[in-house]
């Protein structure tokens, strides 16, 4: 298996900044992908960004310009920086991991870290 382990969430004012990481352990894998996910309440969880090892990178219309996905391949961690918060990027974010098990893929995901925008 393949633990995620997500920080870095929390309180911040509109317009703030917050950065998530993502550090992936356990098993070994090659990174096919990892991604960032958030589901707000009463919503269904929604892509925010996501990129691959190859180091493309692809974004939710709503926080184009505003968010921006990295990672690191030796570490395997993902970050996620978000600037300009507004209101409606509150939620639960997780991070997500596509992996190459030698023959399989697997996908893994985070426990959630919160977001929480308010002034």
């Known amino acids: 298996q393949v633990q995620l382990v997500e920080s870095g969430g929390g309180l911040v004012q509109p317009e703030g900044s917050l950065r998530l990481s993502c550090a992936a352990s356990?098993?070994?894998?090659?990174?096919?992908?990892m991604a960032w996910f958030r589901q707000a309440p009463g919503k269904q969880r929604e892509l925010v960004a996501r990129i691959t090892n190859g180091g493309r990178t692809s974004y939710v219309d709503s926080v184009k310009g505003r968010f921006t996905i990295s990672r690191d391949n030796p570490k395997n961690t993902v970050a996620l920086q978000m600037n300009s918060l507004k209101p409606e990027d509150t939620a639960i974010y997780y991070c997500q991991l596509t992996a190459l098990h030698t023959d399989e893929v697997s996908d893994y995901w985070g426990q959630g870290t919160q977001v929480t925008v308010s002034s």
């Open positions: 356990g098993r070994t894998f090659t990174m096919i992908a």
